[in-house]
């Protein structure tokens, strides 16, 4: 299992894409109004920005891990006696994603997105 990308919350994504811009953060995905994608300077994992109206109850933050086979992944935790809030779906980003939550709350998302995680079609260069 690959930590690949933390997603959080933001209002303005313009003000926090400035803001994560001058930490040192290289901006390589832009789809303003709603999201934004950086490279983390050191290792593979990448960190992103959605855009939201009000502050939700969860507190917005979802925690991506990549798994090579998915499918067979999320077979094997919900036997476990793993609860999951969706079965894998494919969806509009070419990502396939599970959803489920820890302990605390925690909205964790298990996916499988190969070549479109780091290079989508609409990649920015």
Do not use: K
């Amino acid at each position: 299992m690959n930590l690949n990308q933390v997603t959080v919350p933001c209002r303005d994504l313009a003000e926090s894409v400035a803001f994560y811009r001058t930490l040192g953060l290289r901006q390589i995905v832009s789809n303003p109004p709603d999201y934004a994608r950086f490279e983390c300077p050191v290792g593979d994992a990448t960190f992103s920005l959605h855009r939201v109206s009000e502050a939700r109850g969860d507190g917005g933050i979802v925690v991506y891990f990549e798994l090579d086979d998915l499918d067979g992944a999320v077979g094997r935790l919900a036997a476990a006696g793993i609860r999951f809030d969706s079965e894998p779906r494919d969806q509009p980003w070419l990502w396939r994603e599970a959803y489920l939550r820890d302990p605390a709350g925690n909205l964790i998302c298990l996916y499988r997105a190969g070549e479109n995680r780091r290079n989508p079609p609409w990649r920015i260069s």
